[in-house]
């Protein structure tokens, strides 16, 4: 059970300034869905929650440890980050990708041990991977490639777990079906998970709590329906997005810009 | 199961590749004679088996394995299968330092270690050149280590020209630095292996690490990679290598990068067993190379780094190719 927590966090690349005092909190449990439009500073601010990158000023602490004091082993221990997938050129198995998970606890021999393997058949369980532990991660789909990297994270066994648009490159039944996943694991486990998503709807169907960033300041910080709004999707993302409720839960629709060329259409 | 086969078999592979390399030879001696002459047997064929084909032989797996090795490892960190000490301008950085060496009149014996000075400047400043730009391209790695391999190259004729003490071995020296494992003898084998000794147990200890860098260097350090001390490490394990294969042998192309890329069609990507069985398969390439360079145009010898040039540069060739779309 751990929570996360990021305090006045200025951070930046070279002299541009992108996170300018932003305050993070995920406890153990919850599912914090970080959203904003493009530039808005969200990767940069995983990146720093996730020890990747030294913020400026500000604090991170785990469970009151401060993060800026451990190193990256200890930190992996800790913080799980689940990264965008990329290619390998390599052929690694599913089974061997899940295993990278263990990296930080390998002995000074670098062998894998028992509670190694528990683990690791574990996060292929966890994520329905387990039948596809020995094929070729250059060989699966993208869905089914996007499950090993999770399952990756999730072999860390750390309490806290960070993701970058785990949806990207996803068709729509496989974003839900990842999120559904990942905010289940966060309650069973009680898992403290904050996921960068650029999909509003899926931020709305999944997040316990949403944090919409915005020229590196936080906007705003609550539940789904006191973020996700009208108001405040027009004034951060611009015109276009129209939000509406369906069975209680806000739902964002992008719109044609004029008024006469909708009405062309519905006409 | 799979994987102890392939072990067996390279065991066994490595034991017929190194009786091979100790029973042909410009001069033909009966497998008894050479048996006598290993156990200790006085005149002519003692002296042809002990102080010239088993060094050799023993010089080429060497080399072999160290280059195999190293470029197992710089390709595992790099994440792509066109690296190799070789292309990464380490191997010329090498032959600078070795030929520095001699042309300032250093003991033979100090000569591994100046080519592994060489090797780690070399590597070090093409990694720094390939940095400038924030993230570690395989394009730039390529592009400044043919750079670096020209300069050096550039460098290495000048000191051979300027040089008495070279001028005079012109020959002999060209030759080495095209890869040639003919002048080896005992006490400069004796350096060569110790560096190359603790060059592969560095090697193994860092294979294991190796892995996470799959998905770059930042997925790297999530799972708990300290990047600079790996990155450090695993330069300088790859600069001991090299320097000590560059020492005997001079510049031999491409079997660091044809060797970990043919066992990753046998064993899989995961670098604990990739850079293990890089050692001996390098070192049966070589030895078996090295065979072919002193016996296909007998009684003259071919420098066997032409036999892994011929070999070696359409199968970089066919990679490039291949894999055109990924290393930008």
Redesign the interface.
Known sequence: MSSVVARAIRAGYREREVLRGVDLVAHAGELVALIGPNGAGKSTLLRVVGGLLRPASGSVTIDGVDVTTLDRRSIARHIAVVPQVFETLFPFTVREIVALGRTSRLGPLGTLGADDARAVARALDDIGATDLADRRIDRVSGGERQRAVLAMALAQEAGVLLLDEPTAHLDPAHQRATLDRVATLARLRGLAVVAVLHDLNLAAAFASRVVLLADGTVVRDGGVGDVITSELVGRVFGPGLRVVAYDGQPIVIPEPASVEERHARAG | MRTVSVFALLAAALVVSAAAGILVGAVAIAPGDVLSALLGAEGTNGTIIRELRLPRVLGAALVGGALAAAGALLQ?ML???LADPFVTGTSAGASLGAVLAVALGLEPALVPLAAFGGAMAAIALVWRLARLGGRTTVLTVLLAGVVLTSFAGALVTFILVSSDRLALRLRAVLGWLQGGISVINWSELAVAGLVVAIGVIGAL?L???I??Y???E??????????DRTTAAVLATTALLTGAAVAIAGLVGFVGLVIPHAL??LL???H?RLVVASIPAGAIALVLADLGARTALAPAELPVGVITGLVGAPFFLFLLVR?RR?IV
């Open positions: 595992g994440r792509n299968p200890l294979a294991p690490r892995d996470a799959a998905f770059g930042e997925t790297a350090a999530a799972l708990g990679v300290d990047l990753r069609f899989g990507a995961t604990r894999s990924e």
